[in-house]
DNA sequence: CGAACAGTTGAAGACGATCAATCTGAGTGG
DNA sequence: CCACTCAGATTGATCGTCTTCAACTGTTCG
């Protein structure tokens, strides 16, 4: 495997110098650093400790999104608060950079590389949501979270005829929800059933969107 | 909301700039755009069309990752190899960055950024790889990795007297992985009698990181 | 027209969730 | 030092959901 073409990449990601641009922080065991919702004005690097990333969901139930350990980074702000919450579940020692630092150097240097990083950033925060989908979500609800998806955001859903045209077939959708086709093919039923949608062809299906909104919702 | 402390992160995530550097290309429908394992010469942006990203695993089962669309990145390189392969589900226009011209840009530019960058885009792997695992191995497999992932990256496995000290209690385990206690506690119980590992007291395992690692994979 | 593939439907079984009961172990106060 | 307590962890029994395998339907294309 060569190493020219991507070393911008490889070289070792200690973050030494965004941790030089902070402090040293210290927390005790059971601790939290910052609450789900809160604003997100710091980033912190982990320097030693476990932590401890988990998300509140609406019904009460709780997702732990992540286990943090030394050199791991927590809190990279995408929508400006935090999405999950942060706990030590040891004590900790941490490097807390203030967001603004950031914003400081991003002027110093090209939209380049903040641009990738917005991207790959959302990219985390969607991956979350889909995380706690695949876990938490019975299939129902989860082909109806993938529709609504489809519908605001592929540019394959025509308001005026309430008409979804689905861009792939059924065993692509079953692999990206992680069910069988099968699964697919009842969900699809049991949402008719409820006047969520109604199979034009199996390539078209008639959308109310309110009730598709309820029924994406856990 | 305010809207000072990230702006450098919350422009216009258009690409435009990136976008710039490289040239305009265009697929038929169906075509592969890269497989999976070859090596990671190339960035895309997608312009017009519909773009599936799968996984193609061990056992034969594929995984579809994600639906790409207008705006969206595939390709951003971390290991030098693409982990997924591209594939068009409709006519598709893309722009293709040369990922060498990354590396030329970062050299001009400070550490910092391409030091995130490259976090996050692990973090995207890591996600990436706990979502296969969350939507395709039976319990004991997830209970068999994540306990492996504790003994390979958390500094909490003795090698001398392979014993495992467990950083967090059970329902963060569980929470983390997505199953009930309940499940967790039966887990442990199939991996006891597998002889991978062995209760000393409920923090405490005894591995055997070789069965361990036969036992975690799918 | 029929072959081949995509999608749907049906029946059986496995797996994990849930609820309830029990066990363990660390901390507390007598 | 020993009961007592209470939360964490395990075990048992039951039930529902999703997978699997199989048969069938429908659609596209030579």
Same mark, same amino acid.
């Given at each position: 495997?060569?190493?020219?073409?991507?070393?911008?990449?490889?070289?070792?990601?200690?973050?030494?110098?965004?941790?030089?641009?902070?402090?040293?922080?210290?927390?005790?065991?059971?601790?939290?650093?910052?609450?789900?919702?809160?604003?997100?004005?710091?980033?912190?690097?982990?320097?030693?400790?476990?932590?401890?990333?988990?998300?509140?969901?609406?019904?009460?139930?709780?997702?732990?999104?992540?286990?943090?350990?030394?050199?791991?980074?927590?809190?990279?702000?995408?929508?400006?608060?935090?999405?999950?919450?942060?706990?030590?579940?040891?004590?900790?020692?941490?490097?807390?950079?203030?967001?603004?630092?950031?914003?400081?150097?991003?002027?110093?240097?090209?939209?380049?590389?903040?641009?990738?990083?917005?991207?790959?950033?959302?990219?985390?925060? #969607?991956?979350?949501?889909?995380?706690?989908?695949?876990?938490?979500?019975?299939?129902?609800?989860?082909?109806?979270?993938?529709?609504?998806?489809?519908?605001?955001?592929?540019?394959?859903?025509?308001?005026?005829?309430?008409?979804?045209?689905?861009?792939?077939?059924?065993?692509?959708?079953?692999?990206?929800?992680? #069910?069988?086709?099968?699964?697919?093919?009842?969900?699809?039923?049991?949402?008719?059933?409820?006047?969520?949608?109604?199979?034009?062809?199996?390539?078209?299906?008639?959308?109310?969107?309110?009730?598709?909104?309820?029924?994406?919702?856990?």
């Amino acid at each position: 495997m060569e190493n020219t073409s991507y070393s911008y990449l490889s070289r070792e990601g200690n973050l030494a110098s965004i941790a030089s641009l902070g402090r040293s922080v210290f927390f005790p065991s059971n601790t939290t650093i910052f609450e789900q919702g809160s604003a997100a004005k710091y980033l912190y690097i982990v320097g030693e400790g476990v932590i401890r990333i988990s998300r509140h969901l609406q019904d009460g139930q709780r997702y732990v999104m992540a286990f943090l350990k030394k050199g791991d980074i927590c809190g990279v702000p995408e929508t400006g608060t935090y999405l999950n919450c942060a706990c030590t579940l040891s004590p900790t020692q941490l490097f807390k950079v203030n967001v603004s630092v950031l914003e400081k150097r991003s002027s110093d240097h090209g939209e380049l590389f903040s641009e990738l990083l917005l991207k790959t950033v959302t990219q985390i925060r #969607i991956q979350q949501d889909r995380l706690i989908m695949t876990a938490r979500c019975d299939v129902p609800t989860k082909v109806a979270m993938f529709l609504l998806d489809l519908c605001e955001n592929f540019g394959c859903f025509c308001e005026k005829t309430g008409i979804l045209t689905l861009p792939m077939p059924r065993s692509d959708i079953a692999d990206y929800i992680g #069910i069988a086709i099968e699964s697919l093919s009842r969900a699809l039923q049991v949402l008719t059933k409820q006047n969520v949608i109604n199979r034009i062809d199996c390539r078209h299906l008639n959308i109310d969107v309110g009730r598709l909104r309820a029924a994406a919702t856990p």
